[in-house]
Every structure is written in C-alpha cells, then in structure tokens.
C-alpha cells in the first residue's frame, strides 16, 4: 500500500510536470520549424528577399464571461467578475513564400509573445502573465490593408489558485499553471512603410485541461487596439501565388493515447488538503482514422477509437490518512467511439479537431455524455510519424482530460494533378 501511495504521489508530479515541459515542447518544435531558415534568402521572381522582423504591441479591455459562481458572485468581493484589461508585446517574423505552405497560406506571419492581464475586482484570482506562440494570416489584404485571423497558444501562470483553505471559492482555476489560447480577427492600415494600426476582436480560454480540480475555467472577449512596428524598411515582394493543387491523398494513421483524469474525494473523514487534491485514474486506448486531403492546408476523415477509462464507476478508498483509488474493471471501463475528423495543415503541424460520438460504454454513475469533443494539436517529428496533446471535452467547455498520443501515418494513394 505505501508503494501505490508512493506512484500516485510520483504520478501526480510527473504529470504536472510533464503537462508544462510537453505543452511549451510542442509550442517551441512549431516555433522552430515554422520559422526555419529566418536568416535563409530565396529568390523570389528574380529578387532575393529575407523574412522580415516586425514587433507589435496591444491592449484590450472587456468582458469575463459569468460561466460559475465564482465568477458570478461566490468570491471574497461577493460581487460578480465580469471585466478585465491585458497588455501584449510580440516579436513576428513575416514569411515570404520560401516554402509552399507560406503561399498557401497567403504569406502568413509567426512569432512569440508575452501577456499579462489583472482581472477587476478579483483578489483572489491573481494577475496572470502567459508565454505563447502565435500565427497571422490575412483572410483579404490590398495595397495598405488587410484584414487578418490570429490564433495564439502558450502557457498562462502566476494564478491565485484554489486552496481549500485559503482561497476556496476560486472554482475557475484549480491549478497555478493553465493553457492560454486565444482566436481573434483585426483590420490593419498601413501608415506608413514601418508603422501599422490594427483594431480587431478576440476572444480567449484559460483551463488546465482538468489535470488538477476544480477546473471550471475562464473566458473572456475583448477588443484589441494593435500598433505594429517595422525596424527596417524592406523591399519586401511577394511571389504570384500558383494555383492551389487538385490533391486527392488518402491516408490511415494509427495512434496510442495516454492521460489521467484527476477525480475529487466527496466525503468529510478525511482532511481538506487531502479530499481535494483527490486522485487519479487513467486513460488509454487505440485510435485509427482515414483521412483524404482537401487542397494544400486541410484533411477530412472519420476514425474509431477504443478504449479503457479507469475512472469508470470511480471509487475512492481511505488508507489512513491517504487517498486511494480503485481503477475500473477493463469490462466495466471498456468504451468504443467513432469521430469525423478535420485537421488544418501547416507545414509539420497540424490543429486538429473531433467531435466524438460512443458507441458502447457501461452504464455507470457519473457517466459523460454520449457526445464529446477532441481539439488538440500534432507535429510530425518524421515524415510518416507524429506526436501530439488533445484537450477532451463535452458539452463544448467543461475539460474532461488531456491526452498525449503518438502515431504513425500511412499514405494509400495520392494523385497530384498540378495547374501553373
């Protein structure tokens, strides 16, 4: 007994730590292999161009969506916590067609980028700053214009996090460490060749994929007032973008999936510390899909997924003054699902998201819904082989757990028809 005590404290930390080390892993291998060749020239119709380096700075002032009673009222102001304001400094580096998947992109621009927000009237929340990479691309752009989508992931810190003792109304944030994700879409005017305004919308979600509860996370949405800087005075020149290829690649990938879901104790005979850092049960399985490619940047598929979640029926047993947790039968944890599957290609990684739906499970108390969401992230580290983290969730924003995965792709058939 005091060896499974041992695991289950040495697998608590092992995955707090590799949530972090993992997650910022995958958010540097996009980073490096995005924007390799930073200081490569290329001739581009017969001129040589360099990816140029730009520096942007915003702020934003909005609104904290009321989606638990802690942001609506159960905190230590006893009133709801609806606004918030962040700055931002990023470093960007603009691409310019050295490889396809910049043109098929419309020449998009990547970088890195620091945040620090304070949340109005929220003590007991803490005033987060967060690491992150991000990627902007243009939906439009004219001679001094465009109008451009932004997605940035990293990693958000320095909450004041839940605490049974000390901070227990704080139901948002169960966890010092969370992901920080935010989608936005801006008009930018060029003023002159160095200096742009831009003026847009985003909107933004902090959670830590409910590795640690309570985990009902936050979400806000702001405007955003952008200046963005150039230092130097290009003569940037841009390639005509060729005709997108009539693709037709199908492939299978196979993968392995791990993670653990974090489950609270609910009784009273045991101590505060101890109830709610509760326990863990792990996740598995096997995942197969068929996916055919759709142009340069997008794939479409359908897959099925088998596989045994520990937590099924979860019980939880006293040792003395420890927790202890009875995993499911693999009978009773057995589950079989099905999921179409979307994943937008850029160059080596790939966004991918899977709504889910079961096919079989036990019925069992506590039970999710028989619909399910899957949004993560994958980087082939070789050609035919990847790894990845996904966020699985249902009812479309309460985290059920993270997964990590590895896989391997198989090309059936690919059939290029090329028009110049």
Partial sequence: MKFKIIFRTFQFKLNSIMFIKKFLLVLVLCALITTSGLAE????????VKRELLFRAFYQNGKVFKTNDFLRYNNLTADDIDRFHSISIQALWQTNGIHQWEKDFGYPRLGVGIWAAQFFDAPNLGTPFAFYGLFNAPFIQGKNWSWRYELEMGLATNWNDFNPISNKQNLAIGADQTVYLDLGFYFEYKLSTKLSIEIGLSTSHFSNGALKLPNKGINTMAPKFIIQYRPSETNYVKTLLRSIQENEKYEIQFSLYGGSKNVL?????????????????????????????????????????????????????????????????????FEVNIFPSYELVIDRVSVVIQPGFYLYRQNYQGRRPTVYQRVGIKYHFLSDVFA???????DYHISDFIEWNIGYRLPLRNTDKTSN
């Fill in 41 to 48: 020239t290329e001739k581009t119709d017969s001129l040589k």
């Fill in 265 to 333: 104790y609910t009784g009273n005979d045991i101590d505060s510390i101890s109830k709610y850092k509760g326990v863990y049960f792990p996740q598995t399985g096997i995942m197969t899909s068929v996916h055919r490619q759709i142009g340069q940047k997008s794939k479409l598929g359908v897959g099925i997924s088998v596989g045994y979640n520990a937590s099924a029926d979860a019980r939880i047993l006293i040792d003395g003054t420890k927790l202890d947790e009875e995993n499911a039968t693999f009978k009773k944890g």
């Fill in 388 to 394: 990845g983290i996904s966020l699985r969730a249902y």
